[in-house]
């Protein structure tokens, strides 16, 4: 006759034993520590970092053609960088088409975080939108009413199709 409590019982000590001594094995190993490089806006401490996480407060406000400089219930996208701009130290004419002049020339192949990317979205020879590129491909700006403050993919956009320039502008 088998005895299948006693089976049992032995098997659940035998089991027990074995991941006590390799829990206990475990905790006497020091594993060697790596750190993953991260490309989050927490994690940077640049000035185009401390830029972006400004505009990102804004995120969903709304868009209204012409808004007063230095107002934040409402954006244009000049009016959006120069704010986010000028409380990071760095003073921006107030229209897209003056910033398209300040700073300084960068290829649309040498973006880096922080730089202002200008477009004729209408097509009619004249700058009329300005964003501000974040790294990884994206826009942060604002657009249209009923979007407001916004992030979106550069590559294949209207932004990107109807690009003039692009404009570094921190040091």
Not at 4 to 28: M, N, Q, V, Y
Not at 36 to 62: D, F, N, R, V
Not at 99 to 127: C, H, M
Request: glycine letters at 10%; a positive charge; aromatic letters at 10%.
């Amino acid at each position: 006759m088998i005895n299948l409590p006693s089976r049992f019982a032995k098997r659940a000590l035998t089991l027990t034993l074995g991941l006590s001594i390799a829990f206990t094995g475990a905790l006497t190993f020091t594993p060697h520590t790596t750190h993953a490089a991260t490309s989050s806006s927490a994690s940077k401490t640049s000035l185009a970092a401390k830029i972006e996480a400004t505009g990102m407060k804004y995120l969903g406000k709304p868009y209204k053609f012409g808004a007063k400089s230095g107002i934040t219930s409402a954006f244009d996208c000049s009016s959006f960088t120069q704010y986010i701009f000028k409380k990071n130290g760095i003073s921006l004419p107030r229209s897209s088409q003056q910033q398209a002049k300040a700073g300084v020339r960068v290829s649309k192949s040498a973006l880096k975080p922080g730089d202002l990317v200008f477009s004729d979205t209408n097509g009619d020879g004249v700058i009329n939108h300005v964003s501000l590129y974040i790294g990884n491909g994206k826009l942060l700006h604002t657009y249209r009413v009923g979007i407001g403050v916004t992030v979106s993919t550069f590559k294949g956009s209207a932004w990107d199709r109807h690009f003039v320039t692009a404009r570094r502008v921190i040091k």
